[in-house]
């Protein structure tokens, strides 16, 4: 006769780790798609939400917002997976969603959306400029309310 196999019960520091990784995540998102709605106000003003939909072959302002928002959340998750310690301390978090809006800056605008769409990379104009605007925007309300939500949560479950 076989005994069973041995079960693992997971210590109180490996629950507690999933559980800050789980509320980081959460919080990139939540921050991400506050980042996403001011960057994509401006956006919309500036008549460059359509743009974004021509990411999926679309022209449409809808499916705009719906491809924007979704990288937005996408990239607030990767902020709060990435940069959960920097979810501590509101303004080291501001800064810190600063630099990464700068990131995203290149790497979107600058790199992915006009390699994706057949564009010159790098193309420093004033619609670059409204860019850099819009993600610094952006980096800085993902990281305000990413803290915010992370320090939230971590006071309900304390």
């Known amino acids: 006769m076989t005994s069973p196999a041995p079960t693992s019960v997971p210590t109180s520091s490996a629950v507690a780790a999933r559980g800050s990784l789980v509320r980081h995540l959460a919080a990139g998102v939540i921050g991400g798609l506050a980042g996403g709605m001011m960057f994509g106000m401006l956006m919309q003003m500036m008549g460059m939400i ?3 939909a021509m990411l999926v072959g679309s022209t449409s ?3 705009g917002w719906f491809v924007h928002l979704a990288i937005s959340a996408a990239i607030g998750a990767g902020f709060g ?3 959960g310690r920097f979810l501590t301390r509101t303004p080291v978090a501001v ?3 600063a630099v990464y809006g700068l990131l995203w ?3 979107g605008p600058l790199v992915l ?3 994706k769409l ?6 420093l104009d004033a619609t670059a400029g409204k860019s850099l605007m819009g993600h610094l925007v952006f980096g800085v309300v993902l990281g305000g309310v990413a803290a915010t939500v992370a320090a939230t949560t971590g006071r309900r479950r304390a």
């Open 50 to 52: 359509a743009m974004v």
């Open 105 to 107: 800056w290149v790497l």
């Open 61 to 63: 302002t809808a499916v």
């Open 81 to 83: 997976l990435a940069g």
């Open 118 to 123: 057949g564009m010159p990379l790098f193309q």
């Open 113 to 115: 959306m006009p390699a």
């Open 95 to 97: 800064g810190a969603g």
